[in-house]
């Protein structure tokens, strides 16, 4: 009998998946946790029943891979596989760096999340060195990309700043240059030097890039 440990904050799908896994053969919840915390005081008590805690990352006090590690210390055949919605390949790579057996994420079928399960508490490597090295290559591009953007971040001046707040509220030119106190070929000027520190094409996007970021204020 495989048991599991459900640690997700969203009460309604801890308790429909429990609902779910209980009806397949072999399988049965032993505990559902809401949090870090939740999930840390179950294991505490009984950690050593658990074969595999089904883990979301994205937890209110923490991040859910921790809990890899903490579950090998008190069950050492237990095993944590993450279930997420995540799609950063950086998140993937950090928790099986933690000792996840496998990531999977949540708009998989029910029946491969079952079958995942199975596969992890039979020991078996749920995630191939091949999967393992594309994740590896995805995060590091990705870590890439972040520090081109605060490295263009960086170049930005208050006034360019204070510009990019001003589009994302709206602002044409001639509204820029009277907020600003500065004429309107100026403000065209400002414009044109963030689209070139940003390294993007249209106004839109260097609103879109400056909110991703969060250098600008929506509202």
Same mark, same amino acid.
């Given at each position: 009998?495989?048991?599991?440990?459900?640690? #997700?904050?969203?009460?309604?799908?801890?308790?429909?998946? =429990?609902? &779910?896994?209980?009806?397949?053969?072999?399988?049965?919840?032993?505990?559902?946790?809401?949090?870090?915390?939740? =999930? +840390?005081?179950?294991?505490? &008590?009984?950690?050593?029943?658990?074969?595999?805690?089904? %883990?979301?990352? =994205?937890?209110?006090?923490?991040?859910? *891979? $921790?809990?890899?590690?903490?579950? !090998?210390?008190?069950?050492?055949?237990?095993?944590?596989?993450?279930?997420?919605?995540?799609?950063?390949?950086?998140?993937? %790579?950090?928790?099986?760096?933690?000792?996840?057996?496998? $990531?999977?994420?949540?708009?998989?079928?029910?029946?491969?999340? %079952?079958? *995942?399960?199975?596969? $992890?508490?039979?020991?078996?490597?749920?995630?191939?060195?091949?999967?393992?090295?594309?994740?590896?290559?995805?995060?590091?591009?990705?870590?890439?990309?972040?520090?081109?953007?605060?490295?263009?971040?960086? +170049?930005?001046?208050?006034?360019?700043?204070? %510009?990019?707040?001003?589009?994302?509220?709206? !602002?044409? #030119?001639?509204? /820029?240059? +009277?907020?600003?106190?500065?004429?309107?070929?100026?403000?065209?000027?400002?414009? *044109?030097?963030?689209?070139?520190?940003?390294? $993007?094409?249209?106004? &839109?996007?260097?609103?879109?890039?400056?909110? !991703?970021?969060? /250098?600008? +204020?929506?509202?």
């Amino acid at each position: 009998m495989t048991r599991l440990l459900l640690v #997700d904050d969203h009460l309604s799908f801890n308790q429909s998946f =429990a609902f &779910l896994l209980e009806y397949e053969i072999g399988m049965t919840v032993e505990g559902q946790a809401g949090s870090l915390a939740e =999930a +840390r005081r179950f294991l505490a &008590l009984s950690g050593a029943s658990i074969d595999v805690a089904v %883990v979301d990352l =994205a937890l209110p006090d923490g991040d859910g *891979a $921790v809990l890899a590690h903490e579950l !090998c210390m008190v069950s050492p055949a237990g095993r944590v596989l993450i279930l997420t919605a995540t799609v950063d390949p950086r998140d993937y %790579v950090r928790a099986v760096e933690a000792g996840a057996a496998g $990531v999977l994420h949540k708009s998989v079928p029910m029946p491969e999340v %079952v079958e *995942a399960i199975r596969r $992890v508490a039979a020991q078996e490597q749920l995630l191939s060195n091949q999967a393992i090295f594309e994740l590896i290559e995805q995060a590091e591009q990705q870590r890439q990309q972040d520090r081109a953007a605060q490295l263009a971040i960086a +170049r930005l001046t208050v006034r360019e700043r204070e %510009v990019l707040q001003a589009l994302a509220e709206g !602002c044409n #030119d001639k509204q /820029i240059a +009277r907020r600003m106190k500065v004429t309107y070929a100026t403000a065209r000027t400002h414009v *044109a030097n963030i689209r070139e520190k940003l390294g $993007v094409e249209s106004r &839109l996007q260097a609103v879109v890039f400056a909110a !991703c970021h969060g /250098i600008i +204020r929506m509202t």
